[in-house]
């Protein structure tokens, strides 16, 4: 088992900036993939950004990019997404994933393991 931890949602102005935090636990998780996803309400939960625990491989959604970077602490177990320049349509419950196989994907369905989610609400 994996358990997985996000923290850093809160509330936000337009232009502002948040970062979040999963941290993992459990089996060795080395060779995952990790995802983070949002799915605001009444909407798909939809992918975000993608890394692998070296952090050589990245990859982020075409709506955030240049906004938001993800990263990962392999020391602190932990993967990042800032978010800067933070709009309204950010506003979403954020998730943190990891899939076994280690390859990138964007699927929900292709992720093994979830967090509980963190809101972040962009409002002014």
């Known amino acids: 088992q994996v358990q997985l931890v996000e923290s850093g949602g809160g509330l936000v102005q337009p232009g502002g900036s948040l970062r979040l935090s999963c941290a993992a636990s459990?089996?060795?998780?080395?060779?995952?993939?990790m995802g983070w996803f949002r799915q605001a309400p009444g909407k798909e939960r939809d992918f975000v950004a993608g890394?692998?625990?070296?952090?050589?491989?990245?990859y982020s959604d075409d709506s955030v990019k240049g906004r938001f970077t993800i990263s990962a602490d392999g020391v602190k177990n932990t993967i990042y997404l800032q978010m800067n320049s933070l709009k309204p349509e950010d506003t979403a419950v954020y998730y943190c994933?990891?899939?076994?196989?280690?390859?990138?994907?964007?699927?929900?369905?292709?992720?093994?393991?979830w967090g509980q989610g963190t809101q972040v609400t962009v409002s002014s």
């Open positions: 890394i692998t625990w070296s952090g050589g491989s990245t």
């Open positions: 459990g089996r060795t998780f080395g060779r995952y993939y």
């Open positions: 994933a990891a899939r076994l196989s280690g390859l990138p994907a964007r699927a929900r369905y292709e992720y093994d393991y």
